[in-house]
């Protein structure tokens, strides 16, 4: 779960972009898959085959927007954003 992306004014909800990519990078790397939200429900009771994972950002702050989603979405990760 994230919320602030490169706000260094909130340390305690703040995430610096280079370690968000380390943490996106860590992900892949552990070869673990993204759950694809509208799906989570029916593949989370599957058996599972795969390591899987599901990323939450919480708030909805424009830093999201500016600073992670460009990422995410060049990626092709999905996620759920809580407003």
Do not use: C
Not at 31 to 40: A, D
Not at 57 to 78: H, M, N, R, T, V
């Amino acid at each position: 779960m994230y919320h602030r992306f490169n706000e260094l004014k909130y340390p305690s909800t703040n995430i610096r972009m280079e370690i968000f990519r380390e943490h996106i990078e860590l992900i892949e790397n552990s070869k673990f898959v993204f759950y694809n939200p509208s799906k989570f429900k029916e593949e989370f009771k599957k058996p599972k085959k795969q390591k899987k994972i599901l990323l939450t950002i919480d708030d909805g702050f424009k830093s999201f927007y500016e600073e992670a989603w460009p990422l995410l979405k060049e990626k092709k990760i999905p996620f759920i954003l809580f407003v």
